[in-house]
């Protein structure tokens, strides 16, 4: 049983992890196979799934699940733990006050989960200390549309991307962070070649790759550009004078803040040549249907929330807001960062889009929930939450389905906060997570497969997330566990909750509450419907207030904006000073995603396919920027800031801006030694949001000198690591391990054996070089490889997804076992190269040898090898290696 009803062999549900929100049809075939495919019908995605999405049945075992309650380490039941958990919380705020308790959430949680938790707090407790890692991810766009509009509202719909004709993509590396969105895109632009698209974006992303203008700017130089932009507009005859008298105010204020900028500043602050800034700026004026798609670039920034509101003057300056193929659009980062802000899982938001610095408002939510008390100031948003932590102001705190260990800024500092603190809750799926390792109570929540409720996405659409397998062991949904707190802690009636259904109704219910269309978010029209409903519930876009036929699912147009005089504001910006480095830090480090992994790839890095495409933390960086400091191409590169340290692979790359690095996000300590990359990253806010500056760090970096390279296959996992640097990956048939170390053990065979579990009567094959340092181990068991470990004084050249396909095929003869230890294929076979293709495997020396024979498109790549024609999350990457073929030729 799954929330309730039999296990079904085919169920409609949500992705669990972009903004995108798709949906998916999850299959339970007759022997128990999970696979899973787009829905055709879902309007988010139309039945495509990216290369994450595609691999979701492969990230669903229950390999290091909680399985029960643990309170230290040992097993409990529900009720001893969620009594101790009740009563430490109810102990603490006796002793001292409501704002002595925190819980820190997520944007992974489903819309009835984040709903009780933020009741639970604010209307119960009586504090506003609840944060969620969207605080991360997208709060500069929340706090711009509130500044701007009055409430937190996206205008759009994902229809207007296709509809425009011009699509500005700042601050999102769409390709990979949105892919289903950018495939929506790439179809439109090839369907409509006259559709023109400009990346805005310090680095040349494979979001870039599409843009017919890339304007590779200066770290946070965006409220500049923008300013610009209005500035110009302002002198155009597109500026829509009815519109800003009638809807909106504060025009002139804003309009004089952008004139007072020069073109020579406006180059100095962006970076960019006048040519390319009018040439921006120009496109923007000539072309009305206009949509402008902001993500992390944008939000992540000491600056961010004065870039989002720079974007929506230019927005409402022109009217180009609410119609078809016209608008700013806030693209969120995780599956229910929206569900989040509709219930207020912001530390300064109410539930329900009501503002929590409104006596009115905060009356009204109390008035509903009946609550004893409401929180009437803001809590504390994230960083300042974990400070909170780390000073002992917090001593008691519940952490839900994040990983701040990682994710947070200042990360090292945020870990000594966590272990220091008096009372840590942590519910979660996973044992071995760097937080959880912290946890005095660990509660073990139902995964993606197998919980129940709604989900957000970027344009407003609600759709259920639905459980397809059973919960295992005593896993329980994370509404139920913050209800069961709640009722522990004396509030029964406001939490005798008994199904998601009944959560999501009341949810309904109080968007609806004293509305009458005041406040942007409204579903009242769910505010009575039953299970069966519920169960059977289409994917919608909100508003849907009860009672009203719907007319448009966009917002703006005619004004109708949310402050009280119903008007829009201009915000006067002033453009920051972006540059932070120093003659100590002289270099710019930017964050984020990479296209196969998920946040802290607690769940995708158990997926041997997207493991495959990058295997290992790594830093982009400009060949001069690697030439001045000795970094070669492969070599280990060491990253430093103020705050901690980090030591990734370098990668040599011209798509890289000089002076700056970019680090994905998503190591951690269980995938290697030392990649958390946040730990380097300055715990800097915005001023307004309270969002982590993620993208403009001032670091250091050098070459990490070691003694030797090494790489290995390993059908066990790998235990022990301690070396200068590892990072393992999972595979098929096994793991893949990067190795560097700063000198020799007594033995390698011996620390082989000692980190791979071989045992000691299996002798390995292989041979020694002592003039090169070349080492080269393999063992077998019969005709299967347990182990092969290749060690070198330079980064180890070894055909690397050969070697780790011989985890998964016999031996039985000794020259297989030969080609083992040389690590390369024999005669006649290819090495089939760095994956590019996840869907098919397909690597980039296979799709480098089919340009070579002729296939000069993706098409015809595709055609050849199936690259790029299931989610076709690739394509972008395989449209490089075909370009940087052909231009090879031709020189
Ligand atoms: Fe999931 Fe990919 Fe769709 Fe995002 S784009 S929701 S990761 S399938």
Redesign the pocket.
């Known amino acids: 049983m799954a929330g309730g009803r039999p296990v079904s062999t085919e169920t409609k549900t949500?992705?669990?992890?972009?903004?995108?929100?798709?949906g998916?049809i999850a299959r339970i075939d007759d022997n128990g196979t999970v696979s899973v495919k787009?829905d055709p019908d879902h309007p988010?995605?139309f039945g495509?799934?990216?290369?994450?999405?595609?691999a979701l049945a492969e990230t669903i075992d229950l390999d290091g699940r909680v399985l029960y309650p643990q309170i230290d380490g040992r097993r409990a039941d529900w009720d001893e733990a969620l009594d101790l958990v009740a009563s430490r919380f109810s102990e603490t705020i006796a002793e001292h006050g409501p704002d002595s308790v925190a819980f820190y959430v997520s944007g992974q949680l489903l819309t009835e989960d984040y709903y009780v938790a933020n009741k639970l707090m604010k209307g119960f407790i009586g504090s506003a200390n609840i944060d969620t890692n969207s605080r991360l991810c997208m709060s500069s766009s929340v706090a711009g549309h509130r500044r701007a509009f009055g409430a937190d509202t996206v205008p759009g719909t994902y229809e207007d991307i296709e509809l425009a004709d011009l699509v500005i993509l700042t601050g999102s590396n769409l390709a990979w962070c949105?892919?289903?969105?950018y495939q929506r895109l790439a179809a439109a632009k090839a369907a409509r070649p006259s559709m023109k698209v400009v990346v805005i974006d310090p680095r040349r992303t494979m979001t870039a790759d599409i843009a017919d203008l890339h304007l590779a700017i200066r770290p946070d130089g965006d409220v500049a550009l923008f300013m610009g932009l209005l500035a110009h507009l302002a002198g155009s005859t597109v500026i829509d004078q009815n519109y800003i008298g009638t809807h909106t105010n504060g025009f002139a204020e804003a309009f004089a803040a952008a004139s007072a900028l020069s073109i020579a500043e406006l180059m100095e602050l962006t970076g960019l040549p006048s040519m390319q800034l009018r040439q921006f700026f120009r496109l923007f004026e000539e072309t009305e249907k206009v949509v402008t798609c902001y993500s992390q670039g944008v939000n992540q920034s000491a600056s961010g929330t004065d870039k989002v509101n720079a974007i929506l003057n230019c927005h409402l300056a022109t009217a180009r807001i609410g119609r078809p193929g016209m608008g700013p659009f806030s693209l969120t980062g995780q599956?229910n960062a929206m569900g989040g802000r509709e219930v207020g899982g912001l530390a300064n938001m109410l539930a329900a889009h009501m503002a929590i610095e409104n006596p009115e408002d905060c009356d009204r939510v109390q008035r509903f929930w009946q609550s004893p008390d409401i929180a009437r100031k803001s809590g504390l948003k994230a960083v300042d939450m974990f400070r909170a932590v780390a000073d002992g102001t917090i001593k008691a705190l519940w952490i839900m389905a994040t990983n701040p260990v990682v994710s947070m800024p200042d990360a090292d500092a945020v870990a000594a906060a966590i272990a220091a603190c008096p009372f840590v809750v942590v519910s979660d799926i996973l044992t071995d997570t760097d937080t959880a390792k912290f946890a005095h109570v660990l509660l073990p929540s139902l995964g993606w497969s197998e919980k129940d409720g709604t989900v957000t996405?970027s344009e407003r659409r609600i759709s259920r997330q639905r459980g397809y397998l059973p919960a295992p062991g005593d896993a329980k949904a994370d509404w139920w566990q913050l209800a069961e707190v709640g009722r522990r802690m004396g509030f029964e009636g406001a939490f005798s909750f008994g199904s998601a259904t009944e959560v999501f109704v009341e949810h309904a219910a109080l968007s609806a509450f004293e509305n009458d269309g005041s406040r942007d978010f409204d579903i009242g029209a769910y505010r009575r419907i039953d299970e069966t409903t519920y169960e059977t519930l289409e994917p919608f876009q909100w508003p849907q207030p009860e009672g009203a036929q719907v007319q448009t699912t966009r917002f703006f147009a005619d004004g109708g904006f949310f402050h009280p005089d119903r008007k829009a504001r201009f915000i006067a910006v002033s453009a920051p000073v972006s540059d932070r480095t120093s003659a100590e830090f002289p270099l710019t480090l930017n964050t984020g995603r990479i296209r196969d992994q998920?946040h802290t790839m607690t769940r995708t890095g158990k997926s041997a396919r997207l493991s495959a495409h990058i295997a290992e933390p790594f830093a982009e960086i400009h060949p001069r920027d690697a030439m001045e400091l000795g970094i070669a191409s492969a070599g280990l590169v060491e990253i430093e800031s103020p705050y901690g340290k980090a030591v990734v692979r370098a990668l040599v790359t011209e798509r890289q801006a000089r002076g700056s690095l970019f680090v994905p996000m998503h190591w951690n300590d269980q995938f290697a030694a030392k990649a958390r990359i946040d730990a380097v990253v300055a715990p800097v806010t915005d001023p307004f949001s309270g969002q982590p500056a993620s993208k403009n760090v001032a670091v250091t970096a050098r070459r990490l000198k070691v003694a030797s390279y090494g790489f290995a296959v390993s059908a066990a996992k790998p235990q022990g690591l301690d070396t200068a640097y590892w990072a393992l990956a999972k595979a098929d048939g096994g793991w893949r391990l990067e190795l560097a170390f700063d000198a020799a053990p007594e033995s390698w065979t011996q620390w082989c054996r000692t980190h791979f579990g071989i045992p000691d009567h299996i002798e390995p094959l292989g041979y020694a070089d002592a003039q090169t340092g070349d080492l080269r181990l393999a063992f077998f068991d019969g005709d299967r490889l347990l182990a092969a470990f290749f060690l070198a004084r330079q980064p180890v050249a070894v055909a690397r997804n050969w070697a780790i396909e011989q985890l998964t095929v016999r031996h039985a003869e000794l020259a297989k076992r030969f080609a083992v230890v040389a690590g390369r294929p024999g005669a006649g076979r290819m090495d089939p190269g760095a994956t590019v293709c996840s869907c098919f495997s397909v690597g980039v020396n296979q799709i480098v040898a089919a340009v070579r024979g002729g296939c000069h498109s993706v098409e015809a790549v595709g055609k050849e090898l199936n690259a790029g024609t299931n989610?076709g999350?690739c394509r972008a990457e395989i449209r490089g290696i075909i370009d940087g073929c052909l231009a090879a030729a031709a020189e």
């Open positions: 949500t992705c669990p992890y972009c903004g995108v929100g798709c998916v787009g988010a995605n495509r799934l990216c290369s994450k999405g595609s949105h892919p289903v969105i599956p996405n998920w989610c999350s």
